[in-house]
Structure formats: C-alpha cells, structure tokens
C-alpha cells in the first residue's frame, strides 16, 4: 500500500515555464518496480523532436537543496523499450524513462548511492536554445521490492504445469496410464545384457555440468537405475566422473544401489572415479577407457558440449552399443548420427521414472506430455492471432 | 541411520528446492543475499570435494601403475604432470605458496604451453571426427536421410562464398532453413526440456523420486 500511496503522492503533472523553455507535461518519479532497490524511476512525456537538446535530473535529500547531479542525457530511453516495467501499452511511446541509482556528490568524481527507505527530492531539467528550465520537486523513497510482477505470466505458467503434473502422479496411483514407449530406454536392457554375455563392463558418462544442474541430476537418477540392473546381472560398471560433487554423489548412488540388490560386496568403490576435471582432458581419458578397455555399452546422459563426437565416435569404433541422452540440442545431432539410440531433450528427464515403472512416477511422464499439449494449444492459438494483428497472447506469455 | 540417509537429504532437498523457486520471483536484497549465501556454501562443498577428485584420481592411476595395467605409463604421466605442476605452484614465480599467483613463470608457461596446447589439439580432431560421422549419416538410404543430405549440402554451400556464386537462391535457402524448420525443431525440443525440467524438479523437490539418494524409491 505504501508504495502506491508513495506512487500516488509523486505523480505531480508539472506544466513550469522558465527562461521560455517549456517543460514536458506528466513529470512523473517513483520507486523503481521489481527490483533489489536503491533505484528510482523518472518518466516524463516525450518531446516533440528538437524542443529540447538534453535532460539533467537532480538529486537532493532535502526539498530545498542542495540538489546534486544525478544523470544527463541526450537520448533518454522510451517507456516501451521496458515492457518488463511498463507492460505493452501503446501510450508507452509518448513517455522518456529515466532511472537514477546514484548522484554527484560535489566533491570531483565521487558519487553517491541512493539509499532504501531514505526520501530523495528529484527535479527534471530540460536544456533547449533558450536555456535550461527545472520542474517543480518532487520526493520519492527508494526500496526493496518483494514480487518481480513482470514474472506473473511465468508464475502462473509454472504452478499451472506443476499442477497438472502432480494431477497426474496422484490419478497415476489410482489406474495404469498409457506410457508411449521409448526405444533408447527400451535397449537399455539389451545394451545390459549384450556386456553380461560378453563379461565385458559398461561405460556410464553423465556430461560436464555441476550437481545443481538439472541434467546432471536426471542422468545420476538413471545411473542409479542403471547401478541395480548391472548389480542384478553381475556386470562391471565404470563410472568417468569431470566433476568432483558429481563423482561423490554417483559413488553413493551406486553402492547404494548395489546394497539394495543385495550385492554389497560386487561394490568396487573405484568403479566410479574422477576422470579429468577438464573438458579436453576428460574426453581423452575417456576415450582412452573406451579404446584400451573396450565397454561393450556406452551409456551416456546428461549435458554435453564439443566433447560429445569426441566420445560417440571414437566409441562407435570399439563396436560398443552406445546409448546417449542430452537436452543440449546443438549436440543431439553428433549422437543421433554416432550412437545407436538417442533420448531427444525431455527423453532424459523421463528415462529415470520410465526405467523404474513406478506408477507415480509414470504419473509425472503422463502429466509432462499432457502439459506440453496444453503449450502446443497455446501457440497455435498465438500464431493464429499473431497473424490477424492480436498480439495479446504473445505479449501474455513473453518473457520479460 | 534412515533419517540420516533418507529423511535428512530429502529435508535439504525440499528446502533448497522451493528457496531457489521463491528466490527466482523475488528481487529484493534479503533473497539475493540468501541466494548469494547459497552459492558460497556450494564453493565451499566443491572446494572440499575437489580433495576427494584428487584422491580418486591419484589413487585411480597408482592401481593401474602398480598392476601394470594395459597403458599403466600413462598413469605415470599422470603422476609427473601433477607433481610438476604442484611443484610451480609452490614456487609460485620465485614468490612462494603464500602470495598470489604470479602471471608469469613455469607454472604459467606449462598451462599455456602443454596443457591448452594438448586441449586445442584434441578440439581440433573434432574436423575430422565430424567429416566421418557425416560421411556415415549422409548417405541417402532412406528418404529421411535424404532430405538430410540436400539440407546440409544447402547449408554447407550457404555458408561460404561460393553458394552465392553458383547462385543467389542457394544462401537465401541456407537461411530459410536455419532460421523455419531448424528453428522450429530446436524451440520444440526447448519446450519439451522445459517441462522435463519442472517435472524433474518437482518430483525430487517433493520426494516422490528419491534414487539420486541411491537404489530405488
């Protein structure tokens, strides 16, 4: 409430003549919206082109001076270039933005920062021909702000899907839903089974991100998955690590996963090691595993840079089954063209639930199809109104 | 034992999970203080797992070097690169290991010279990598693969001078298909992601999918 009386009590419409300079109508200064704060916002009706030659806006911190220079400019931005502050309105064109987080001190070049919860008296200076001419004073108090609203749209998008997923895991726990099926997860049991008759182990590579990327987790949930099944068939799995967090975590995930198959003891804690921390030598190492050690399966998940040929084609030459997952689409095509089966971009984070069979799991697949026919519905419908000039659902779900 | 295995870990999950998604709407500087705390406390985990990498890997190569292992000299490298390098890096430029990091010395002249050296050769094998995946996948056995195989030659001769020299419609169509069907195929795959993503995330934010925490649900 604060902030609209504050918004309120600064809208002053400053109709000031000075030196005959006439200032611009609907001077307007407030709290910057959504952001850390420290900042304020000036607006002010455009100009009609050469009626003024630049802008000054002054700071104080009292109403009668001494007022400080806080910014000065020729070419102030237009309130529709912000549509994350100001929305799409069409009148944004007719409005200069100004935002101030700072001001001269007066003593040489230091400068001061605006402070939260402290007032500040701005005035708008305009220089034309005849001289500069100053706007009434007007106070506005920067602050904090608790909701970004220009990701309301986002906001909504992400609790409606989030819904319709859950939706779908509880109704998964009352009946069997239909699960397309995917054949890269399908032959994961056959890539599995292939190293078990050829004693030969399997190579599992989860990509180059951190832990706390999302990809990285997906792949350590299928590796979890895939740790049980080499655990039951009695296989040895070698896990190449580029990331220290990564690597601790896979290393629980497998002995975890071997203790719950019961087979504590097929646990080798160095199956799962640090290959290389960099990109290059990574590949390297690896590709050196492939060649000297020859996997019959290659199981690769995760995120993926230039590394990905590197790996897939090297081990498509030790005649392995090679398996790989990414969501990093400008290297989906290096592993449709070198491995055997490809998980495409969602493929991945599916492959863990999918693999497990667990109904609410299930559920979350179903949920994440149905919420991708809902965005399919929705930009059919934005094209087809984009095209008759209703720009509305475009601007709706644009991110701003 | 279980609360410790089980409950803990999903409680630290849950927590984090919704600060990060709260954090993402709220600009104010109390969430971006907590967000920065959080990314401090996580270089400080990495900092700490780094000496457990560096073990796996020392201990790693030492049972290759001591089994005599097939390609167990290159274990040996291993060793000497990384007691070398350690070694500059106490030297530090004649500065010891208490002062910044000079820009100049061995320590530098190694990086440079050896180890980017060795990166940008093994990026560079990426060419020939490349013209042999393509060399496979361009072949037009079905009519998939066909249209691949146009597409590309399209692209490929419309990225360099000589598509405009054969003709002008050869660029034109290089960029009609950069920027209609291979645009429209990439933001397909970003929406599905997208929402493989937010699926992801809830399922491990709310603990129904817990196997990151090791074996089954």
């Known amino acids: ?367 994440q199809d149905v919420g991708k026919a809902l965005i399919i519905g929705l930009l059919v419908a934005g094209t087809i109104l984009a095209t008759f000039g209703v720009d509305t659902l475009t601007h709706l779900f644009a991110a701003l | 034992m279980l609360f410790l295995t089980r409950t803990l870990p999903f409680l630290f999950c849950f927590v984090f999970g919704m600060t990060g998604w709260v954090i993402y709407y709220v600009p104010h500087e109390w969430a971006q203080t907590v967000e920065r705390e959080i990314a401090l406390w996580l270089r400080l985990v990495y900092a700490f797992a780094y000496f457990l990498g560096l073990f796996s890997l020392l201990s790693l190569h030492w049972s290759k070097i001591r089994q005599r292992q097939a390609g167990w000299a290159y274990s040996l490298i291993v060793y000497i690169s990384f007691g070398v390098m350690t070694l500059f890096v106490v030297y530090n430029d004649g500065n010891g290991p208490f002062a910044s990091q000079a820009t100049t010395g061995p320590y530098q002249w190694m990086f440079t010279s050896v180890h980017v050296a060795s990166s940008a050769t093994m990026f560079s094998m990426l060419a020939f990598f490349i013209s042999s995946a393509a060399y496979r996948t361009f072949r037009a056995r079905t009519p998939e693969a066909a249209i691949l195989l146009v597409s590309a030659i399209i692209v490929m001769l419309g990225r360099v001078p000589i598509g405009a020299y054969i003709a002008d419609i050869i660029p034109d169509t290089m960029q009609w298909l950069m920027s209609v069907p291979n645009m429209a195929a990439k933001r397909g795959i970003l929406l599905g992601v997208s929402l493989g993503a937010i699926a992801t995330s809830l399922r491990i934010i709310f603990g129904i999918e817990r196997s990151y925490l090791g074996g089954g649900d």
């Open chain 1, 1 to 367: 409430m604060s902030k609209i009386a504050s918004w309120i009590t600064c809208t002053v419409m400053a109709l000031h003549v000075a030196a005959g300079a006439a200032l611009p109508l609907a001077i307007e200064v407030y709290d910057t919206p959504n952001d850390a704060g420290g900042s304020l916002t000036l607006t002010w009706s455009r100009a009609e082109a050469g009626a003024a030659s630049s802008y000054s806006v002054y700071v104080a911190t009292a109403a009668d001076g001494p007022f400080r220079l806080a910014t000065a400019t020729a070419t102030p931005g237009l309130k529709s270039a912000e549509p994350g502050l100001f929305g799409y309105d069409d009148d944004n064109d007719g409005f200069h933005v100004l935002h101030i987080s700072d001001y001269a001190t007066g003593n040489g070049e230091e400068r001061e920062s605006l402070k939260d919860g402290t007032t500040y008296f701005v005035r708008l200076g305009v220089q034309t021909a005849d001289g500069e001419a100053l706007g009434v004073t007007m106070s506005a108090t920067p602050r904090g702000n608790w909701f970004n609203t220009s990701k309301w749209n986002n906001l909504i998008l992400g609790i409606g899907l989030s819904f319709v997923i859950l939706l779908y895991i509880s109704m998964a726990r009352r009946k069997d839903l239909f699960i397309r099926r995917i054949a890269g997860l399908e032959a994961l049991d056959e890539a599995l089974g292939r190293a078990t008759e050829m004693g030969k182990s399997v190579l599992f590579v989860h990509g180059l991100k951190g832990m706390d990327q999302i990809p990285t987790i997906a792949a350590v949930n299928i590796l979890g998955r895939v740790a049980q099944r080499t655990a039951r068939f009695d296989t040895d799995l070698r896990v190449a690590n580029v990331d220290p967090v990564v690597m601790s975590v896979s290393q629980e995930v497998v002995k975890e996963a071997y203790l719950q198959e019961g087979r504590p003891d097929a646990y080798r804690p160095d199956s799962v090691f640090m290959a290389a921390t960099e990109q290059f030598s990574y590949a390297a190492a690896v590709e050196g595993i492939m060649v000297r050690e020859r996997p019959a399966a290659h199981i690769m998940m995760g995120y993926f840079y230039a590394e990905s040929l590197l790996l897939t084609e090297t081990g498509s030459t030790t005649g392995a089954i090679q398996i790989a997952g990414t969501d990093s689409y400008t290297q989906l095509p290096f592993f449709v063209t070198t491995c055997d089966y490809t998980l495409m971009g969602e493929e991945l984070y599916a492959a863990s639930a999918y693999l497990s069979r667990e109904p609410k799991l299930l559920g979350s697949l179903k949920g």
